[in-house]
């Protein structure tokens, strides 16, 4: 039975890393954006990829039961191919992308990282189209990244986007079945909806989780 993939995001602590990728995380996130309360510095975020390539190696040989996990670095509004180069020097996976850009900003971001995600809200881009400007993979978000501000489709129906978009913004243990089982993204993640208070996250709100969004099938 397959299950959604599921993103932790905001991460900065190893340890918290490696039970989260333990438990059946397919992708790791850190945040680099000033103001925010999970924002990480080089040595948080290096801490963090390290920790993900020890629990599951994705270069090499990778664990038999264990599958890659993406490390991706998720900026707000910050220039598309500064945020690649930052992404390259410190070894993410993939790039994850919050605010306007263009076909052109995530042309020159992959020129740099291959793999470019983007999130947007409905609320600020209603004709918001998945791989329109290139992207891997879109993730339709709350109007405010971080915040634990919900979704919301608008008249859009949750048909028209396809199989391959993350849903995201204000998901937590108590909703994200739920969630899953109504709009059937491919894959979900979170970032406040897991921490005991901003910035800190909790290894029980992980665990449950991690353990919600793998009991519903994928449809
Ligand atoms: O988590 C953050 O602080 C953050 C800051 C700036 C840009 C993106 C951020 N995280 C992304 O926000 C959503 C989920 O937020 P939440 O679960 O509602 O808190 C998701 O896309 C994260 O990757």
Redesign the pocket.
Known sequence: MDSPYV?I??MRDPQLTKLAVQLGAQAI?V?M?PG???HATDAEARAVIAAVRQESPATGQPCAATPAVDTVL???KMAAEEAAQRAVALGFDVL?L?GKYTAADVAAAQAIIPRVWR?ASLAHFPHIVPGELGEERL?L??SA?????RWDFGDRAPQEFGDHWLL????SPANVAAAIADLSPAGV?????VEMAPGMKSAELIEQFIAQARSVPLA
């Open positions: 993103k995001c905001g996130g945040v954006s925010t309360p999970r998720v900026v707000n994850q919050h999130a993730l978000d709350g990244p971080g915040s634990g501000e995201a913004g204000g998901l993640d979170v970032s406040s909806g």
